[in-house]
C-alpha cells in the first residue's frame, strides 16, 4: 500500500496527527536553536501549562522527534533535545508557522 | 506587535490551531482539485465522523478558508469549495502532508 494519509488505515495518519498540532509544532520549533530545558519552552509556549507540556514533549519523545537527557545535578536537570527526525520535521513546520504569520491579516476572524 | 504565534495573545496562535489540525488539513487538501459534495468528502476523508466533518467544515468556512453553497434541488445538494485564502493555505499544508508520507518508515512507532 502506498503511504496516504487519507487512508484511515495508514501509520501516517498517526504521524500527522501528532505533528498538526499546534503544541507539537511549537515545541519542535523552539528546540530549533539547540536544547532547552522544561522551564525554558515552557516559557517560550506562552499559555501553555505544565499538563500540556509534559505530555507534549512525552508523545514526541515517544515517535522519536525528541530526546530527553537527565543530568545528575541539584537540583535535577533535564533537557530535551531534537533529533535527525524531528530537526527534518521542522522545515513543513516552520513553513506552516511563517504562512499563518505572513497572512493572519487576511483572515476574517482575526479583524 | 509582530505576529509571532508563540505569543499566546497573538491571533496567529489561533489560525495555528485551526490549521495545525489533522481533520482541517486533510480537508482541505481535499478541496485542492475542485469543489466536494458533504458525502464525497466523508468518502475521501476515511474514518472522519458526520460530526466531525460538519465541525471542521464549519470552522473552516467561519475562518474564511472555505465556503458553503447550497443548491436548491432534490434532493438539496450542498458544496464546498476553497476561498482564495484556503488556497494558498493548501501549499504548506502539503508539505506538511508529503513531508509525513515521505518520511514515515523513519518513525520507530511506525515500526
Request: net charge neutral.
Amino acid at each position: 500500500m502506498p503511504d496516504d494519509v487519507y487512508a484511515a488505515c495508514c501509520p501516517c495518519r498517526d504521524m500527522l496527527d501528532l505533528l498538526a498540532n499546534k503544541w507539537s509544532a511549537l515545541a519542535l520549533g523552539a528546540l530549533e536553536d539547540g536544547p532547552r530545558r522544561f522551564g525554558s519552552l515552557r516559557t517560550r509556549l506562552q499559555g501553555i501549562s505544565p499538563k500540556v507540556l509534559t505530555v507534549t514533549l512525552r508523545k514526541l519523545e515517544e515517535h522519536g522527534l525528541v530526546t530527553r537527557e537527565v543530568f545528575a545535578e541539584v537540583p535535577l536537570r533535564v533537557e530535551y533535545e531534537l533529533t535527525p527526525l524531528g530537526r527534518d520535521a521542522c522545515a513543513p513546520l516552520a513553513h506552516l508557522r511563517t504562512w499563518v504569520e505572513s497572512n493572519i491579516h487576511r483572515f476574517p476572524a482575526a479583524a
